[in-house]
């Protein structure tokens, strides 16, 4: 089924059709990094990669298996979340932790600059996108 995240590869996510739908009130962080214009297309080229090879991912089940006993799983075509986040960064030189990728967890980013949001995915929508009018990052 191509919404359960064990079935899934890459994929680009809507807030509206997906996460807001279906979890409301899970709790979420964005975070602020501040990057040049230089890491900016960095990033970009990295995820311009992820988005053309998309067929080729699936989803790092055994990572996450894996990090609960502290070791940690590495598939070349295989991510889960914070694991993919980090391969963006990290493979940028824009943010390094010295760890493994298949190592990092959600909470790892909290070291970069600055929390810009913690609630819940309705919350967030509601105050970014509806009241303050801010646009999707293209």
């Known amino acids: 089924h191509k919404y359960k995240f064990w079935h899934c590869g890459f994929v680009v996510e809507h807030i509206e ?4 739908a279906w979890y409301p009130d899970a709790k979420i962080k964005v975070f602020k990094l501040t990057v040049t214009e230089e890491e900016y297309t960095a990033i970009k ?3 311009q990669v992820f988005i053309e090879e998309s067929h080729r991912y699936k989803y790092n089940l055994k990572g996450i298996v894996t990090l609960l006993f502290n070791k940690g799983y590495s598939d070349a075509d295989a991510y889960f979340c914070s694991q993919f ?4 960064l990290s493979n940028s030189k824009v943010f390094c932790l010295g ?10 980013f909290e070291k970069v600059e600055e929390i810009l949001y913690e609630g819940t995915v309705k919350s967030f929508y509601e105050e970014m996108f509806k009241k303050k009018g801010v646009k999707k990052i293209s």
């Open 85 to 88: 986040v980090y391969e963006i």
């Open 99 to 108: 760890k493994r990728t298949c190592c990092v967890i959600p909470r790892d």
């Open 45 to 47: 080229k990295e995820l």
């Open 17 to 20: 059709k997906r996460f807001l």
